[in-house]
């Protein structure tokens, strides 16, 4: 009876982790073919739109690298009476805000909204609301302090919201210092899969396009008819990603709007960031899984992808599970049908790392962006998926304790940024 | 001329490729055959639609089977030595790990090669902006 319920357990398991797999097959299959398509030209493209824009900029200590974002805030080629940047200084006990003080001082479209101790500190989600209301754009777009966009970045990004449908757009994330060490080379790659193929592949077969947080934005009256981001959730960027699409409107991806991050550069800030993402991306899931399965806004192929997009951080704890149910097994030699899916546990241990794309869809994206070197290290992926297994279960074990104890607080834990990402900058 | 000795060539690497599955299947195991099916299947839908000629594509993948003939082989070997001398818990634990040790080859030789094909030529410039 145990060994039924275990092989039934076993075999639910791997069929789940097959469907992922089958998934970004598709998605790799997707790009691969979009490849040799001509792209189509939409009126979007071709027509001069140029609303009001405004750029939100949330800094908490973030001084070694906001003069660099604001440096370049200065040389957009988007024509600065429509353009308005709000540095949100949120609480910041170095020189961030002085920084960004100095900059508004002699560019009049830059302003800095100072957060005091009382006000501020309380994460990116509430400096975002609080820089929203003082926006004035039709647009708003989002760049965390550590990113550096191209010149042409506002146009590339305004463009797709001629296009009454569109909500909100997002920019494709270029790891900036992919150089300095083994851990940003490795999130580099993980950034390939999840934007050059995942992103693309959405957006190329009408599924749900995620909103990473930067280098996107949104229309006014989208953020306001939604009461703009949501302070309860630690994933912000996903809960808006899927209130947009509830809401009827869509997503897009512009995969040439490039904005390059300053990635992690040791394990220890590796494991704080993923656990918050881990974290906010299953209270996420927890908040929209329902909304999506009867939504009227969304059809079957969304609704699929959309839980699967959701689900997504729990696939280091259903690989872990299906190790410790399938292992015993075959050890007391059960069928062989339990032997012929054990094959698909190590597939998906290369599957589900950082941005939970497999490795053969990261080496597709790595050989498209022209990443002949880093490409190599695809096989040193696993490393940050067995990484990842402990972070993804304790956070899962960490919200489900919260929600027993009704002790749901989030802790904003910032990322910190050493500026090493400014020897990379060329121009 | 030419065009006859690059069909000979396609001709060739279809044989090692064909050999390679039946030697899999009667010296080694059927693990083998499915594994090999696998990776042939992920490299020729995937890989033959990127850039690079297809005498390239295709003898890469004929070496990549060749790898993956060996290293099966081998192991296989080591694992009937295994059985024999500390008996059914090795063939258990060969199992287990069986799929590990095979998702290696695949792994690295998927990246090489894709390095060992010509650079894309709609590339992305490196990481530098």
């Excluded at chain 1, 097959?25 to 493209?45: E, I």
């Excluded at chain 1, 949120?90 to 479209?109: N, P, Q, V």
């Excluded at chain 1, 975002?128 to 990113?147: H, P, V």
């Excluded at chain 1, 939604?226 to 809401?247: P, Q, Y």
Aim: glycine residues 6%; hydrophobic residues 45%; positive net charge.
């Amino acid at each position: 009876m145990i060994i039924e319920a275990l092989e039934v357990s076993f075999v639910l398991l791997t069929a789940l982790m097959i469907v992922y797999l089958i998934r970004h097959y598709v998605f790799t299959l997707t790009v691969l073919r979009s490849l040799k398509k001509t792209k189509k030209v939409t009126v979007a493209s071709d027509a001069k739109y140029e609303p009001m824009v405004s750029i939100l900029i949330p800094a908490r200590d973030e001084e070694k690298v906001v003069g660099r974002l604001l440096q370049r805030m200065t040389e957009l080629t988007y024509p600065k009476d429509k353009l308005q940047v709000i540095v949100i200084d949120d609480a910041s006990s170095d020189s961030t805000g002085r920084i960004a003080d100095e900059y508004s001082s002699r560019h009049s479209f830059i302003e800095v909204l100072h957060r005091d101790k009382r006000d501020g500190g309380k994460g990116k989600t509430s400096a975002m609301n609080a820089g929203f209301t003082r926006s004035k754009g039709e647009i708003i777009l989002c760049f965390d302090a550590d990113y550096y966009p191209q010149k042409t970045i506002v146009e590339k990004l305004t463009k797709e919201f001629v296009d009454p449908k569109v909500g909100a757009v997002q920019g494709r994330v270029v790891v900036l210092n992919e150089p300095q060490n083994i851990v940003t080379r490795l999130v580099a790659l993980e950034r390939i899969g999840g934007y050059r193929v995942d992103q693309e592949a959405r957006d190329n077969l009408g599924l749900i396009v995620q909103f990473g947080g930067t280098v996107g934005g949104f229309k006014r009256n989208v953020l306001e008819s939604l009461n703009g981001w949501d302070e309860s959730i630690l994933a912000e960027d996903t809960d808006l990603t899927f209130r947009v699409v509830l809401a009827g409107f869509k997503v897009r991806y512009v995969g040439d709007a490039e904005c390059y991050e300053e990635a992690v550069d040791n394990w220890k800030a590796y494991r704080s960031q993923r656990y918050r993402w881990a974290r906010g991306h299953m209270q996420c899931c927890f908040k929209h899984q329902l909304k999506v399965l009867k939504s009227k806004n969304l059809n079957m192929k969304e609704k699929i992808d959309g839980l699967l997009l959701l689900n997504v951080y729990f696939m280091p704890i259903i690989v872990l599970l299906s190790f410790v149910v399938g292992v015993p097994l075959i050890l007391l030699e059960s069928s062989k049908l339990i032997t012929a899916l054990w094959f698909s546990v190590p597939v998906s241990l290369y599957s589900f790392v950082g941005n939970f794309a497999p490795f053969f869809e990261v080496g597709i994206g790595a050989y498209l962006d022209g990443r002949t070197k880093t490409q190599l290290l695809i096989p040193l992926l696993i490393f940050t998926f067995f990484y990842n297994i402990p972070i993804c279960t304790k956070a899962f074990l960490d919200l489900v304790s919260a929600k027993i104890l009704r002790k749901d607080h989030n802790i904003w834990v910032k990322t910190p940024h050493s500026g090493n990402g400014n020897r990379y900058i060329t121009n | 001329m030419k065009f006859k000795a690059n069909h000979l060539v396609l001709v060739l690497f279809f044989e090692v490729i064909a050999l390679c599955l039946i030697v899999s299947f009667r010296f080694v195991n059927i693990e083998t055959v499915i594994i090999l099916l696998i990776f042939n299947f992920l490299f020729t839908s995937l890989i033959f639609q990127l850039d690079g000629t297809l005498n390239r594509k295709l003898g890469m993948l004929a070496l990549g089977n060749i790898i993956g003939l060996f290293w099966n082989f081998i192991f296989h070997s080591f694992a009937v030595v295994g059985l024999a001398y500390f008996g059914e818990i090795f063939g258990a634990f060969y199992t287990i790990f069986y799929p590990f040790l095979n998702l290696m080859w695949i792994v690295s030789f998927w990246s090489l090669s894709l390095a060992a094909l010509p650079n894309f030529q709609n590339m992305h410039a490196e990481a530098k902006p």
